[in-house]
T-cell receptor
Framework: GAGVSQSPSNKVTEKGKDVELRCDPI?????LYWYRQSLGQGLEFLIY????????KSGLPSDRFSAERTGGSVSTLTIQRTQQEDSAVYLC????????????????FGPGTRLTVL | AQSVTQLDSHVSVSEGTPVLLRCNYS??????LFWYVQHPNKGLQLLLK??????LVKGINGFEAEFKKSETSFHLTKPSAHMSDAAEYFC?????????????FGTGTRLQVTL
């Protein structure tokens, strides 16, 4: 079956512009996560959505970052007024709810969006 | 609070020799522990996971890991390295709360396999 997909695969933007990154989770996965992978920082959690519950935004680095999940499926991560330090690979993952058939809390990752801010 | 420490940023082994990638964890809760692998220009793939069942966990591609609570360790091993094992490996912890929750990643260990 289809895995997690992300678009675009690469994005180059100028400092100060806004960008939107898209994630399509695996069908039926109610949990969706965003992570950032940057040189020298490793992989860091940004935000996650679980069904209709309020999202956990505790990992967002600043108020320039926001995310939405419409209809419990597709998610968009928006970065406003991009800065050079925002350059990184942004990874999306999804998982089944607790009690699902898959391994407990196994997250399936997309290929990522490589963001370069000039 | 939870964290993982991967003790080596880079490990180099010869093909056919054993692999040991070290990981220590810290968690306020009984944790779930995972190893993920990332090959160049590819997405993260789950190798194996521990969720409070058997302490010796077998994963894909001949890898296994042993959960040692007394040592707070979850080291990844493989008896014989293959060239295709060259990749970045991440030790990951998550609270074992029975609900979806964020993962906390280690900083990664780059495995190099030489002829």
């Amino acid at each position: 079956g289809a895995g997690v997909s992300q678009s675009p695969s690469n994005k180059v933007t100028e400092k100060g512009k806004d960008v939107e990154l898209r994630c399509d989770p695996i069908s039926g996965h109610t949990a969706l996560y965003w992570y950032r992978q940057s040189l020298g920082q490793g992989l860091e959690f940004l935000i996650y959505f679980q069904g209709n519950s309020a999202p956990d935004k505790s990992g967002l680095p600043s108020d320039r970052f926001s995310a939405e999940r419409t209809g419990g499926s597709v998610s968009t991560l928006t970065i406003q007024r991009t800065q050079q330090e925002d350059s990184a690979v942004y990874l999306c993952a999804s998982s089944l709810p607790a009690g699902g058939l898959a391994f407990h809390n196994e997250q399936f990752f997309g290929p990522g969006t490589r963001l370069t801010v000039l | 609070a939870q964290s993982v420490t991967q003790l080596d940023s880079h490990v180099s082994v010869s093909e056919g020799t054993p692999v040991l990638l070290r990981c220590n964890y810290s968690s306020s809760y009984s944790p779930s522990l995972f190893w993920y692998v990332q090959h160049p220009n590819k997405g993260l793939q789950l190798l194996l996971k521990y969720t409070s069942a058997a302490t010796l966990v077998k994963g894909i591609n001949g890898f296994e890991a042993e959960f040692k609570k007394s040592e707070t360790s979850f080291h990844l091993t493989k008896p014989s390295a293959h060239m295709s094992d060259a990749a970045e490996y991440f030790c990951v912890v998550s609270p074992n709360t029975g609900t979806a929750s964020k993962l906390t990643f280690g900083t990664g260990t780059r495995l190099q396999v030489t002829l």
